[in-house]
């Protein structure tokens, strides 16, 4: 569906004209029926058909609007005021109501298809926009259709948004550009009597080919980034083991102790296999620890099968 179609779909109607009420009703029914007893009374038509034309002109004279409405009323063409709301009343066929103005805050959905960006890539961007009329007398007199007006100028305004923008702007600082939007259109429809309360954009979609090229842009940098941290976790092990080695230095014991941690984790398990340099052994003493190991286990081994498994 094209976008100005969706706008016109969405927008509020705006009633024309005077409308009929209760009050109006009575006005017709009361001389109507006033003329039909005078015509029971004489036998003579013409009391019915003066009953029936003050009531058709006397209809047209009360009118109501509603709490949220404001009635322009034109005397011959000319412009009088505002009415509303509740009851008022107009001289039949002299003044007439030429539009009702909704005071509430209305919403009108636009759109701007396969437009460019600011780096040309072709976009389509739903957006939904927040006003309300302010002023009555100007959005009655300055523009002839101010609720077309005002989805022109949003969409216009969307484009012309988009057309300076680049794509990654514009899928990462939504909250600016909707700012930005809200502002250009509240310059143009100002002086129309409309304010603009927010704009909210709802979809930005790009095509198929960019997305998937997007898609692996954003692996490949998350994998450089895991990368990245991996690196600087390799550099801090290196530099706590440079300081643990310059710890053990000076200090025999605590060299031992931490060799019969390292047998004690690695024989935890049965059948543990233990590959280590024979710089360690000679460094840090580990061939008497490592016999008195293998012999431990050893004896474990030939005495499981009498004593049957420990659990």
Same mark, same amino acid.
């Given at each position: 569906?094209p976008?100005?179609?969706?706008? #016109?779909?969405n927008?509020?109607?705006?009633p024309? +004209?005077?409308?009929?009420?209760?009050?109006?009703?009575t006005c017709?029914?009361?001389?109507?029926?006033l003329?039909?007893l005078v015509?029971?009374?004489?036998?003579s038509?013409?009391?019915?058909? !003066?009953?029936?034309i003050?009531g058709?002109?006397?209809?047209?004279?009360p009118?109501?609007a509603?709490?949220? %409405?404001r009635? !322009?009323?034109?005397?011959l063409g000319?412009y009088?005021?505002l009415? /509303?709301?509740g009851l008022f009343?107009?001289?039949?066929?002299?003044?007439?109501?030429?539009s009702?103005i909704?005071?509430?805050?209305?919403?009108?959905?636009f #759109?701007?298809?396969?437009t460019?960006?600011?780096?040309?890539?072709?976009?389509n961007v739903d957006?939904?926009l927040?006003?309300?009329?302010?002023?009555?007398?100007k959005a009655?007199?300055?523009?002839?259709?101010?609720?077309?007006?005002?989805?022109?100028?949003a969409?216009t305004a969307?484009?012309d948004i988009?057309?300076?923008?680049p794509l990654? &702007?514009?899928?990462?600082?939504r909250?600016?550009?909707e700012?930005?939007l809200q502002?250009?259109?509240?310059?143009?429809?100002? *002086?129309? +009597?409309v304010?603009?309360q927010? &704009?909210?954009?709802?979809?930005?979609?790009i095509p198929?080919a960019?997305?998937? #090229?997007?898609?692996?842009?954003a692996?490949?940098?998350?994998?450089k980034?895991a990368r990245?941290?991996? /690196?600087?976790? %390799?550099?801090?092990?290196?530099h706590?083991?440079?300081?643990?080695a310059q710890s053990?230095e000076g200090? *025999?014991?605590?060299?031992?102790?931490r060799?019969m941690?390292?047998l004690y984790?690695?024989?935890? %398990?049965?059948g543990?296999l233990?590959?280590?340099?024979?710089? #360690?052994v000679e460094?840090?003493?580990?061939g /008497?620890?490592?016999g008195?190991?293998?012999l431990?286990?050893q004896?474990l081994?030939?005495?499981?099968?009498?004593n049957?498994?420990?659990i």
């Amino acid at each position: 569906m094209p976008s100005d179609a969706m706008g #016109a779909k969405n927008r509020p109607s705006t009633p024309q +004209g005077p409308r009929l009420n209760v009050i109006a009703i009575t006005c017709f029914l009361a001389p109507t029926l006033l003329g039909l007893l005078v015509t029971f009374a004489t036998d003579s038509a013409i009391g019915a058909i !003066v009953g029936l034309i003050l009531g058709w002109v006397a209809m047209w004279s009360p009118n109501v609007a509603k709490q949220w %409405e404001r009635a !322009v009323v034109l005397r011959l063409g000319e412009y009088k005021g505002l009415r /509303g709301p509740g009851l008022f009343w107009i001289i039949p066929f002299v003044d007439s109501v030429s539009s009702w103005i909704d005071q509430r805050v209305l919403t009108t959905s636009f #759109a701007a298809e396969e437009t460019l960006t600011s780096d040309t890539v072709p976009v389509n961007v739903d957006a939904v926009l927040f006003w309300m009329v302010y002023d009555p007398e100007k959005a009655a007199l300055e523009v002839q259709n101010y609720e077309q007006a005002v989805s022109w100028a949003a969409q216009t305004a969307l484009r012309d948004i988009i057309g300076r923008t680049p794509l990654t &702007v514009l899928l990462r600082g939504r909250e600016q550009i909707e700012a930005d939007l809200q502002k250009l259109i509240d310059e143009r429809s100002t *002086p129309w +009597g409309v304010t603009v309360q927010s &704009v909210e954009m709802r979809d930005v979609v790009i095509p198929l080919a960019l997305q998937d #090229a997007m898609s692996r842009e954003a692996h490949a940098s998350r994998e450089k980034e895991a990368r990245i941290i991996l /690196g600087q976790a %390799e550099v801090e092990i290196a530099h706590l083991f440079q300081q643990a080695a310059q710890s053990y230095e000076g200090n *025999p014991t605590a060299l031992h102790l931490r060799a019969m941690n390292i047998l004690y984790e690695g024989l935890k %398990e049965k059948g543990a296999l233990m590959l280590i340099p024979s710089t #360690a052994v000679e460094s840090m003493g580990l061939g /008497g620890l490592l016999g008195a190991a293998a012999l431990r286990q050893q004896t474990l081994s030939r005495n499981e099968p009498a004593n049957g498994p420990v659990i």
